[in-house]
Every structure is written in structure tokens, then in C-alpha cells.
């Protein structure tokens, strides 16, 4: 419940500076939204596509991972959703993500690193975590968020170009705080927009989580999470997209001492600290 209404509060914040970019510059929100819908529009119905294609993932039925499909129906079944298809990106990064824009096009992908790195147990925690982000439709939130987001963006680079070619021509006529609002918002709004949407994935990683811990165990995704934070460290993903740095459970790109402000993820250690305390309550236990 925590974790939710952090997310409606960072998402009402959003709501609300794009809604005062509007009446800043007297556009009506509706304009600013539907200039961000389009991009996001597409990538919310043809983003299992791309972002598979993009690396390289095969869809395997039964015969080609029988272990692997029996983790998946196993937690799907517990968490009460259709299940998902599977598929399999051959890198040595160890990662997993799910893609698809509702539990009935959803796809769980794995990479043959985590394959060979987890024991079944802790591989069966981080399939509960992906499984979680699909019942709870954070393909869908993600879409939203980057409307609001992208929108926001969109007009400070309007409000950019109106300021660059109106600027000379209304200088009498103009009134120094708007002046300022403008430039103001010209510079921060795109990075306060940036940082809700940050914030906004890492509290979905933990609801992610809070879902992992209930459809299979706490402690299975705790050791995965430690596991998969070493793992990745010594075999970064080369060549990735870091704009789907999102859906991985873990970030697969090389961190160069990155503010944690700026992180698409919590902290690897908060998240195994939450799930310990999990672990010591009977509600997320079998």
C-alpha cells in the first residue's frame, strides 16, 4: 500500500507541472498530450516486438525449455494470470525481463546467463518478480507516465523556440516574472519530469518485488538479486538500448558512479533488505 501511494503521489506531481506548463503558456493540456501520445502509442502496443527483436530473443515452446515453461506456469498460475510466453536472449549478461502490454500478450525473457548463474529456486524469484510486473500491468503505467513526461518535455521545447522567436518582437510589451517562469521552466521542468519518471520505475521495482515475494518467496529473490548484482557487474550488457534499461530486474548497462537519482532502479541492497523482512513475515510465506 506503501509503495502504491507513492507511485499516485509522484503521478499526481506529474499530472499536476505538466497541467501548470499549460497555464503557464496558455496551451490547453489536451494539445500537449496528444503530441506525446503518438510515439507512445506505438511503442505501448509494438514494444514486445521491437524490444525483443532488438535483442535478439527466440520464442521456445515446452520441448526447447521444459524447466523453464514449468516455472513460468507454475508462478503465472499463482498469481492468477494466463501464461506468458518465454523467451531466450543468448548472452552471458544474467538478466530478465517481461514485455507486453497485458497479461494476455505478455512475454517473460530470460538470458542463458541467469539461466547458468540461478539454481532453480532463485531463477523461479526473479520469474515471480517479471510475472508480478505483468499482473500488475507496469507496461501500461510506464506508457502513461511517459506520455506525462514526454509532454512535459515537449512543451519546454515549444516554450524554447516561442521565447527564441517572440523574445525581440513582445520585449516592451512583456512582463519580466513570466519572463522568468518561462526560462525557469525551460530548464527544469524536463529534468523534474525525468526524475518522477525515475522515481516512479523504482517504486514499481519494489512492487515488483512485494509481488515476487508473494508468488514464490522472499528469500529466493534476495539470493537471485545478490547473485544477478555481481553478475552483471562482470558481464555488462554490450550494445543494449539504455532507454529499455527499465524492464531488466536488474540495470544490465555498466554504472560509472551514476547519481542514484537518476537510476531507473533502487539500490540492489534496499531491495534484498525488503525482501529479508518479508521473509520473517508469515503473509509472504508458503
Not at 530548464?187 to 515488483?208: D, G, H, V, Y
Request: glycine share 6%; proline share 6%; net charge neutral.
Amino acid at each position: 500500500m506503501i509503495t502504491t501511494l507513492k507511485t499516485v503521489i509522484l503521478m499526481a506531481l506529474l499530472t499536476g507541472l505538466l497541467y501548470g506548463a499549460c497555464l503557464l503558456f496558455n496551451i490547453h493540456p489536451l494539445l500537449a498530450i496528444i503530441i506525446a501520445l503518438i510515439p507512445n502509442f506505438i511503442a505501448y502496443f509494438f514494444s514486445d516486438k521491437i524490444v525483443l527483436m532488438s535483442y535478439g530473443a527466440k520464442i521456445v515452446d515446452e520441448k526447447e525449455a521444459p524447466a523453464l515453461h514449468r516455472i513460468v506456469e507454475k508462478v503465472a498460475r499463482k498469481a492468477g494470470i494466463p501464461k506468458p510466453k518465454v523467451a531466450i536472449i543468448n548472452t552471458m549478461t544474467p538478466n530478465a525481463f517481461a514485455t507486453g502490454r497485458d497479461p494476455k500478450h505478455a512475454v517473460v525473457a530470460v538470458t542463458t546467463g541467469i539461466m547458468d548463474l540461478l539454481d532453480p529456486k532463485e531463477l523461479e524469484g526473479v520469474i515471480a518478480h517479471e510475472i508480478s510486473h505483468i499482473k500488475n500491468r507496469d507496461i501500461l503505467l510506464s506508457s502513461i507516465v511517459a506520455v506525462l513526461a514526454g509532454a512535459i518535455v515537449y512543451l519546454a521545447h515549444i516554450a524554447q523556440w516561442g521565447l527564441f522567436f517572440g523574445f525581440s518582437r513582445d520585449e516592451d510589451e512583456s512582463n519580466p516574472l513570466e519572463l522568468i517562469g518561462s526560462i525557469l521552466f525551460i530548464i527544469l521542468a524536463p529534468i523534474a519530469a525525468t526524475l518522477i519518471q525515475f522515481a516512479i520505475s523504482r517504486q514499481m521495482e519494489f512492487r515488483a518485488d512485494e509481488g515476487g515475494a508473494r508468488y514464490s518467496h522472499p528469500l529466493y529473490l534476495a539470493n537471485a538479486l545478490i547473485k544477478l548484482e555481481k553478475g552483471v557487474s562482470m558481464y555488462p550488457l554490450e550494445g543494449g538500448n539504455p532507454a529499455t534499461e527499465h524492464l531488466f530486474i536488474v540495470n544490465p548497462f555498466r554504472e560509472e558512479s551514476i547519481l542514484r537519482l537518476f537510476s531507473t532502479h533502487p539500490p540492489t541492497e534496499e531491495r534484498v533488505k525488503r525482501l529479508l523482512e518479508m521473509a520473517r513475515n508469515p503473509k509472504y510465506l508458503r
